[in-house]
């Protein structure tokens, strides 16, 4: 089994920056992509960003382009999301999650590992 644990969430000023964290545990030698989902009030759980471990490609969702980024302390087990020019469309709770293949996917159905989510929250 894996575990996930984000961290980083919280209150932030529209056009301010937070940085999530998630630590992965476990087997982590399983993982081969991690991704990002976001789940906002009222509205399905979305995709955000995805980044392959070893390769480190990524996918951005279109909304995420240009002001987010994915990276990875393969060390540390931890991946990262910089979230800057943040916008109140932005406040959700992040998901982290993970899955043993290298292919990165947009559906959450796709992903066996999940963190108990963070939450963020952009006031205008």
């Known amino acids: 089994q894996v575990q996930l644990v984000e961290s980083g969430g919280g209150l932030v000023q529209a056009g301010g920056s937070l940085r999530l964290s998630c630590a992965a545990s476990g087997r982590t030698f399983s993982i081969l992509t991690m991704g990002w989902f976001r789940q906002a009030p009222g509205k399905e759980r979305e995709f955000v960003v995805g980044?392959?471990?070893?390769?480190?490609?990524?996918s951005y969702a279109d909304s995420a382009k240009g002001r987010f980024t994915i990276s990875r302390d393969n060390a540390k087990n931890t991946v990262f999301l910089q979230m800057n020019s943040l916008k109140p469309e932005d406040t959700a709770v992040y998901y982290c999650?993970?899955?043993?293949?290298?292919?990165?996917?947009?559906?959450?159905?796709?992903?066996?590992?999940w963190g108990q989510g963070t939450r963020v929250t952009v006031s205008s």
């Open positions: 980044i392959s471990w070893s390769g480190g490609r990524t």
């Open positions: 999650a993970a899955r043993e293949s290298t292919l990165i996917l947009t559906t959450e159905s796709g992903y066996k590992y």
